[in-house]
């Protein structure tokens, strides 16, 4: 099958900046793909890539088949993108808007997949308002109209919830999920890592233009977080147990990684044997957070540490 | 279909919107020379054999606004798209550099146009023109409009800030424009000026305007044809080139 996005090899310098640097991953039609990285790792510039905005100095990158550069035509039409920045353009309604950037892709009449849009988006009240008088949470609606006016497949939104609020964020959510139901490829950018979690199969971590980690999140989650925990007992020092590392300790108090759950019953298990009474006892699940901070750290420190945990 | 009629369409409303300050101002300011230069140098300034100054300063100040606005409009919209970002609207879709091109310059000419003939109509009753040549008249103002629309092109892409355009402005377009001979004949002048102005591509742009009107010119229409035919085919090809390699907007 076709991937939805499909790259290889690309690189980008700025001057003496390598932005990216021999990245390549495809991306399945039908995905919930996540973008993840820190500021200036590359994500914008890998979409400007993706979307034409910014020609790479190697490697091709196609959209369902189609070159982004060589068959620019088919991968525009094919792709949907939402820009970081809040941009817009002063001088229209939001209807006017929508409707000049349906034209752009050469439709005429799409008025009634329009209006839908901006119903779902909750644009409709709005519709006849000037861009400059909406609230930046409703700008960042209209564009994410703007880049489903021509019923893209693949849609990317590279980091649509920065600065927006918790009620806006969530509507927005379950509109993007649904789109990804109805079989829309969905790729995203994001600096909230819980919704990276929650929202995305898979996931491609950036640092400083390479792809340093590219797997499902759950496997992401299993490999590089395990269970933490927080606890506090009657003595300055735990027993040593087979998958448990103490990550800090602070007197009486420790925060430790348990590899898995069979882990946490050996060390309640030597606690009790050693007959070490729990004051406080909190128990976290893995999250991505973790996983990011870990895979930042470095590749090397993050498999080291794995290698003492096993 | 295509994305060009839309984005046309836009750079046209987008103008239009603004008609007060884009259409009304400029045809205000001309006016305004008219009467102060007709004022202070009628009779005094010989030009054609039984021609009045005024009637041979106003085609130069229909043609002057015509350039003008047909520069404003390309440049203006381009760069304030850069500067606001939302040129990004423009470069997502399907549109090829040609499209791009064809769309702001056929704006810039329709601003240009509109402005002149807004120039013409309401100083029609005022001061009687004859049009010997009504063809050439329209040929040049086509002409003029898109060589200045192309430039616009040019120096909006060319521009990262308004002070950037404003210097184009004023330190290459409306030098060129006032010695260009739109407030004499260049027979009046020294033989050096004389010379110089031969250079300055609108010159030609304005005397071969005059022509139309008059039936009279400073040099033959012909070669003026030939000049500012050249001049829109390589501001075109230059233009053209920019956008395709991505020239400030695709990074
Ligand atoms: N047009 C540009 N000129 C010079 N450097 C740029 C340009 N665009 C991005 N960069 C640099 O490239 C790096 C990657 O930027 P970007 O792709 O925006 O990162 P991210 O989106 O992951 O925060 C950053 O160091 C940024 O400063
Ligand atoms: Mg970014």
Redesign the interface.
Known sequence: MTAAVEIRQVAKRYGALQALADVSFEIAEGEFFGLLGPNGAGKTTLISVIAGLVRADAGTVRVLGADVVADYRRARRLLGVVPQELVFDPFFSVRETLRFQSGYFGLRGNDAWIDEIMHYLDLTAKADTNMRALSGGMKRRVLVAQALVHRPRVIVLDEPTAGVDVELRQGLWQFVRRLNRDGHTIVLTTHYLEEAEQLCARIAMLKAGRVVTLDSTRNLLDTFSGLQLKLSVDRFALPVVDGVSVLASQGERFTVRLRDYVALEALLHSLREAGAEIREFELAPPDLEEVFLRVMRGGEAAEAERGALA | ???F???L??EL??FW?VAFQTVAAPVLTALLYLVVFAHALEGRVSVYDGVSYTAFLLPGLVMMSVLQNAFANSSSSLIQ?KI???V?????????YLEFFAAYLAAAMVRGLVVGGAVLAVTAPLVPLPLAQPAWVLGFALLGSAILGALGVIAGLWADKFDQLAAFQNFVIMPLTFLSGVFYSIHSLPAFWQALSHFNPFFYMIDGFRYGFFGRSDVSPMASLAVVATCFAALALAALALLRS?YKL??
Do not use: A, C, D
């Open positions: 279909m295509s994305g009629p839309t984005l369409y836009k409303v987008r919107k798209s606001t970002g939302n990004v609207f423009l470069l997502l879709p399907p549109i090829s991505g695709r990074g």
